[in-house]
């Protein structure tokens, strides 16, 4: 069985559904702050707690035969790490000890952890690979920095095995529309076009038109929710085959700008995104694209989404389903 931390959120609601569709059984602890008791399938039982309590998550190793945990429970905001950095040190860092701590009290020895892109910080090559330099700039990018330092002391010292697997963007949602990315607030383009072409919102705000790039907005790389939930299976199984801790950068390896990404919003909806041209916001690099090589080479993964307009679609397929 499987602990999935933050089960109840925008990725950890995709895994637990394509867990499920796999053959584990999964078993969501969330507190529920940002995510979505609806965003839990029937049948994976939600336990509705924050991981940085010692005796409920002895509760939860002592009733069920955990074998593994998935990681995904933290607070994502980069902005807000900034103005509010105790916040994301206390839940990202601090209370992902305590999960390991209680993993270790129970003997439960497989991690696999969201980390991601922004440990790196200001890309010094691109394509990204995950012997990039790591030097992140902000408070959110440190608190998960921090966890990879901490699983690898881990991993040397205790008998702990994890995959840390560094996502980009993730981005789309079930292609049958069942679940999808829902923040609040939101903050990523796509979620945010897809209800401007709605109406629900009156613009999109584009930061920065004035960069390096060939249409001088910054480009990103968008890797699909499932193709991700792909990799964790993956990764897990490495682990249960007995591999070695081992790290990986998840991302599609295709740079799209920001104004690209609007323009294939507004073909897969048929509809005009109004936008505003706004200032650079502090610390946004130019161009953030992975090398994924190693993920494909090691854990013989295959990224079935490999072109946004794809993407997109379920996207918008949950958009028009919206239902939490
Ligand atoms: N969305 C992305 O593009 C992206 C990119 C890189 C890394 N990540 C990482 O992936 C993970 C999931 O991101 P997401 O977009 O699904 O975010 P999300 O906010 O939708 O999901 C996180 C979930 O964790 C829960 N949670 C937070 N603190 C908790 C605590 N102390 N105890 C129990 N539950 C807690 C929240 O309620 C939420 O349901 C995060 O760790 C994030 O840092 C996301």
């Given at each position: 069985?499987?602990?999935?931390?933050?089960?109840?959120?925008?990725?950890?609601?995709?895994?637990?559904?394509?867990?499920?569709?796999h053959g584990e059984q999964p078993i969501v602890l969330d507190n529920l702050v940002y995510g979505h008791k609806e965003a839990v399938p029937a049948g994976v039982p939600l336990i509705v707690g924050?991981?940085?309590?010692?005796?409920?998550?002895?509760?939860?190793?002592?009733r069920y035969p955990i074998d593994a945990v998935v990681h995904f429970a933290?607070?994502?905001y980069v902005g807000e790490s900034v103005t509010d950095p105790a916040k994301y040190y206390?839940?990202?860092?601090?209370?992902?000890?305590?999960?390991?701590?209680?993993?270790?009290?129970?003997?439960?020895?497989?991690?696999?952890?969201?980390?991601?892109?922004?440990?790196?910080?200001?890309?010094?090559?691109?394509?990204?690979?995950?012997?990039?330099?790591?030097?992140?700039?902000?408070?959110?990018?440190?608190?998960?920095?921090?966890?990879?330092?901490?699983?690898?002391?881990?991993s040397l010292a205790?008998?702990?095995?994890?995959?840390?697997?560094?996502?980009?963007?993730?981005?789309?949602?079930d292609p049958e529309g069942r679940i999808g990315e829902s923040h609040d607030p939101e903050t990523h383009l796509i979620p945010i076009a897809l209800q401007v072409a709605q109406g629900k919102r009156p613009q999109i705000s584009v930061f920065g038109t004035d960069y390096d790039t060939p249409d001088g907005t910054c480009i990103r790389d968008y890797i699909h929710i499932l193709d991700l939930a792909q990799a964790h299976q993956l990764a897990l199984k490495r682990l249960r085959e007995g591999a070695d801790?081992?790290?990986?950068?998840?991302?599609?390896?295709?740079?799209y700008s920001v104004n690209e990404v609007l323009?294939?919003?507004?073909?897969?909806?048929?509809?005009?995104?109004?936008?505003?041209?706004?200032?650079?916001?502090?610390?946004?690099?130019?161009?953030?694209?992975?090398?994924?090589a190693k993920a494909r080479a090691v854990l013989g993964w295959a990224p079935?989404?490999?072109?946004?307009?794809?993407?997109?679609?379920t996207a918008w397929k949950w958009e028009e389903k919206r239902h939490y």
């Amino acid at each position: 069985m499987i602990l999935v931390t933050g089960g109840a959120g925008y990725i950890g609601s995709h895994f637990v559904l394509y867990c499920k569709e796999h053959g584990e059984q999964p078993i969501v602890l969330d507190n529920l702050v940002y995510g979505h008791k609806e965003a839990v399938p029937a049948g994976v039982p939600l336990i509705v707690g924050d991981m940085g309590d010692p005796k409920l998550l002895d509760e939860i190793f002592t009733r069920y035969p955990i074998d593994a945990v998935v990681h995904f429970a933290a607070y994502a905001y980069v902005g807000e790490s900034v103005t509010d950095p105790a916040k994301y040190y206390l839940n990202n860092t601090v209370a992902t000890l305590a999960v390991l701590e209680a993993m270790r009290r129970h003997g439960v020895n497989k991690f696999i952890f969201s980390s991601t892109c922004a440990t790196y910080g200001n890309p010094v090559t691109v394509p990204m690979d995950e012997l990039h330099p790591q030097a992140p700039i902000n408070p959110y990018g440190q608190s998960k920095y921090f966890v990879e330092q901490i699983l690898k002391a881990y991993s040397l010292a205790y008998s702990l095995k994890f995959v840390a697997l560094r996502y980009f963007n993730a981005a789309g949602g079930d292609p049958e529309g069942r679940i999808g990315e829902s923040h609040d607030p939101e903050t990523h383009l796509i979620p945010i076009a897809l209800q401007v072409a709605q109406g629900k919102r009156p613009q999109i705000s584009v930061f920065g038109t004035d960069y390096d790039t060939p249409d001088g907005t910054c480009i990103r790389d968008y890797i699909h929710i499932l193709d991700l939930a792909q990799a964790h299976q993956l990764a897990l199984k490495r682990l249960r085959e007995g591999a070695d801790s081992d790290i990986f950068n998840l991302g599609s390896e295709q740079g799209y700008s920001v104004n690209e990404v609007l323009r294939i919003c507004e073909k897969v909806s048929g509809r005009k995104i109004a936008r505003v041209n706004e200032p650079r916001r502090a610390g946004d690099p130019p161009r953030l694209v992975a090398s994924a090589a190693k993920a494909r080479a090691v854990l013989g993964w295959a990224p079935t989404f490999q072109n946004l307009d794809a993407i997109i679609e379920t996207a918008w397929k949950w958009e028009e389903k919206r239902h939490y």
